[in-house]
């Protein structure tokens, strides 16, 4: 599976003006996403993602790279593990 990064800022054309597509971008500019993220947060159909992904490489305004697979099954719990260490370690500073 692909993630992709923008690399610079373009200037939005139509059909690409909507906040859709600016929040997709604000989302790539800080960090990997995959088409399926990218279709999550921005509400739009992934053939639209696809489309808008298409434009963003023809224009070589996206890095891409092959996303890393967890080696675990609890890979996925990751993000919560690191939430719980932070909550744990601000209730033992109180």
Same mark, same amino acid.
């Given at each position: 599976m692909k993630e992709y990064r923008l690399v610079a800022w373009p200037q939005l054309r139509p059909?690409? #003006? $909507?906040? +859709?597509y600016r929040r997709m971008l604000s989302d790539m500019s800080h960090r /990997?996403?995959? !088409? =399926?993220? !990218?279709s999550e947060c921005s509400g739009l $159909? &992934? /053939?639209d993602v696809r489309a808008f992904l #298409?434009?963003?490489e +023809? $224009? /070589?305004l996206v890095a891409q790279r092959e996303a890393a697979t967890d080696d675990s099954l609890f890979g996925s !719990? &990751?993000? !919560? %593990? %690191?939430?719980l $260490? &932070? +909550?744990? =370690? =601000? +209730?033992h500073l109180d």
């Open positions: 059909p690409f #003006d $909507r906040i +859709a /990997h996403m995959t !088409l =399926a993220q !990218l $159909r &992934r /053939h #298409d434009m963003l +023809a $224009r /070589h !719990l &990751r993000p !919560l %593990g %690191g939430w $260490r &932070r +909550a744990l =370690a =601000a +209730a």
